[in-house]
């Protein structure tokens, strides 16, 4: 049993890779994007960001789970707080507002406020038919990232303010409302994703986006109890659950 990991980690990556190593886990760190035969027999599980896990993932066996693409749009208005639209990015390009535009489940259109849809990476850059998510723009006073693992908060922390990175132990309000939602909505996530949830400038709770937990940074989580959700998140695909089956990526 291994956790592979890329060839750059970050903070949270090293500190999942102690973790799994103090489980008596091997951890494997590749070079790059080639698999070595003998990672090729089974048992490997993944903590890495979308590209490199589209590039390994299939020669390991590995089913990474992640949200569907129009998760966030399909939400009731009391968890978003906004109105969220999944359309191709071609659509897009007729905004005259400003709008957050971000990509469902990787970082291939950058997470940004644009002025409007003239701001978006052209047709020379990315298909007319990739999903975006737009919405209105929302500030946030605190935002924290939930691991949730079969139906509960499994654990998480706050990472920003207004914005700015600052990391905090995971509040009672934000649990309570991760539950709501897992109450609620839980049917429609894999049973080991992220979601990231913010208390806004008017006091009010809403979800910010969902992360795969493979590909997402820890911050103060506990990192066992993370670690616990990766796993889960991108590990044999003989392992599949038939509930977890529609959101392997």
């Known amino acids: 049993m291994a ?17 799994a190593r103090r489980r008596g886990m091997r951890t494997v760190q590749l070079p790059d994007r080639e698999v070595p035969e003998g990672l090729r027999t089974g048992g490997a599980y993944l903590h890495a960001g979308p590209s490199f896990a589209d590039a390994v993932a299939p020669a390991l066996d590995i089913a990474p789970l992640e949200a569907p693409a129009d998760w966030l749009a399909r939400l009731p208005a009391a968890f978003v707080r906004r109105e969220i ?15 957050f535009v971000k990509s469902p489940n ?11 849809g003239s701001r978006l990476p ?25 691991y949730l693992l079969d139906g509960q908060v499994h654990t998480g922390s706050r990472y920003a303010t207004r914005g700015k990175l600052h990391l905090a132990p995971l509040s009672a309000g934000a649990r309570a409302f991760g539950s709501e939602l897992l109450a609620a909505c839980g049917h429609t996530l894999p049973s080991a994703i992220v979601v990231d949830v913010g208390l806004t400038d008017a006091g009010q709770w809403a979800v910010v986006e969902a992360n795969a937990a493979w590909a997402s940074g820890c911050y103060s989580s506990d990192p066992d109890r993370a670690l616990d959700v990766v796993l889960r998140a991108a590990g044999p695909a003989a392992h599949l659950t038939e509930r977890d089956g529609p959101f392997v990526r």
Do not use: M, N
Not at 3 to 19: E, H, Y
Not at 106 to 116: E, F, Q, T
Not at 123 to 142: H, I, R, W, Y
């Open 122 to 146: 052209g047709p020379d850059a990315v298909d007319t038919g990739t999903t975006v998510l737009v919405s209105d723009v929302l500030a946030f006073d605190a935002e924290y990232r939930l």
């Open 106 to 116: 990787d970082k291939s259109i950058p997470a940004l406020v644009y002025a409007d």
């Open 85 to 99: 639209r999944a359309v191709p990015i071609g659509e897009a390009y007729g905004l005259r507002r400003p709008a």
């Open 3 to 19: 956790l592979v990991l890329p060839p750059g980690l970050t903070a949270s990556a090293r500190t999942l890779r102690d973790t």
